[in-house]
């Protein structure tokens, strides 16, 4: 088992550090730097890299990489971890999903040491992380205002990332494409296997969401060999995929008031809602949000102000939406009983 090298620091077998790489001056000429947890083992495995905050608003990933590094089974580690609670540490700092130069970190892999301040920290993440894991795992929210169902978006088309999905225990699954500039496809493109989880809403913590990450960064771990085999025995929820989702806009804008929940079963013309307008308060006028086609909500606006054109159901759609449902309902029950 040989050392690893993330910056200037080598990391020898069996042992655990905190990596402090720098990454940015900020314009009060105070260096950022960003935390890299390492735990490489004695024995050989798999090199997997758990990051969260690529969107520096999206803390879920944060708590659930905290709960990961605090696992008594990572002791008998094999192979190396390496976890990055906050990627966009900027971003957190201002509680917003980008960078100060207002780009998206996850459009700029795989970044230029010459670019600009996202390129560069993309740079930065992959040639110290992402070159040398061969597997991953990405943490995400929904955006401000919106929450997302537990799911992994990945390329279900590969065998061995369909295995580590399939694993990972949530119910949804979404074969997704990957996205130009973003680190699943700069990954991938590598030859890494990559996970992107999605759960919960951006600035906000969300137990279910929080205890689904980290129970499947625990299945994936133990599938790859990295820890021994749980001792307990737990339900196996059997995902179901979906290959397409599509998006429910406000026809108009007004007061929304929602009549469905995240992981709820939908049919083609189901009532989903009603906008009102808020300066009319003696008029009956409602208009009515229907569901175009069948399927199971996966992520849905909290906000009830809405604009004209604005997103308030994702739907996903699947062979029988009904089952979906019940499974997603079950799994809920286990990760957030209260």
Not at 251 to 258: K, N
Not at 265 to 278: A, E, R
Request: charged residues 20%; glycine residues 8%; neutral net charge.
């Amino acid at each position: 088992m040989a050392s690893i090298i993330i910056g200037d620091t080598e990391i020898k077998p069996g042992t655990n550090t905190i990596v402090q790489l720098p990454v940015a001056s900020l314009y009060t000429n105070t260096q950022m730097e960003l935390p890299i947890h390492v735990l490489h083992g004695k024995k050989p495995g798999p090199r997997l890299f758990v990051c969260a905050a690529v969107h520096g608003d999206e803390i879920n990933g944060v708590e659930i990489i905290r709960r990961l590094l605090k696992q008594k089974s990572l002791k008998n580690l094999k192979g190396t971890l390496i976890a990055i609670p906050v990627i966009n540490i900027f971003g957190l700092i201002l509680h917003s999903r980008y960078l100060p130069d207002r780009r998206d970190l996850n459009r700029s892999f795989p970044g230029n040491a010459q670019g600009s301040l996202a390129s560069r920290l993309a740079h930065i993440i992959n040639e110290e992380i992402v070159s040398k894991c061969t597997h991953g795992i990405d943490l995400h929210t929904g955006a401000i205002n919106r929450s997302n169902l537990p799911q992994i978006r990945a390329n279900l088309d590969d065998d061995e990332t369909n295995l580590l999905a399939h694993t990972f225990g949530v119910p949804v699954l979404i074969n997704a494409n990957t996205r130009d500039g973003s680190l699943r496809e700069t990954a991938t493109n590598q030859g890494v296997k990559m996970l992107m989880y999605e759960g919960g809403e951006a600035l906000r913590f969300d137990d279910l969401s929080i205890n689904a990450g980290l129970h499947g960064i625990l299945n994936v771990m133990r599938l790859l060999g990295m820890l021994n085999p749980s001792k307990r025995k737990k339900k196996i929820y059997e995902p179901f995929i979906s290959r397409s989702s599509h998006w429910i806009r406000a026809p108009r804008g007004g007061i929304f008031r929602s009549k469905k929940y995240l992981g709820e079963h939908v049919g083609k013309n189901d009532p989903l809602g009603t906008i009102s307008d808020p300066t009319d308060i003696f008029s009956d006028t409602e208009f009515s949000v229907n569901a175009v086609r069948s399927g199971v909500i996966i992520g849905k606006t909290n906000l009830p102000l809405v604009n004209e054109g604005d997103a308030l159901y994702h739907i996903a759609t699947f062979e029988d939406a009904t089952e979906v449902a019940l499974e997603v309902e079950s799994f809920q029950q286990e990760m957030d009983p209260d």
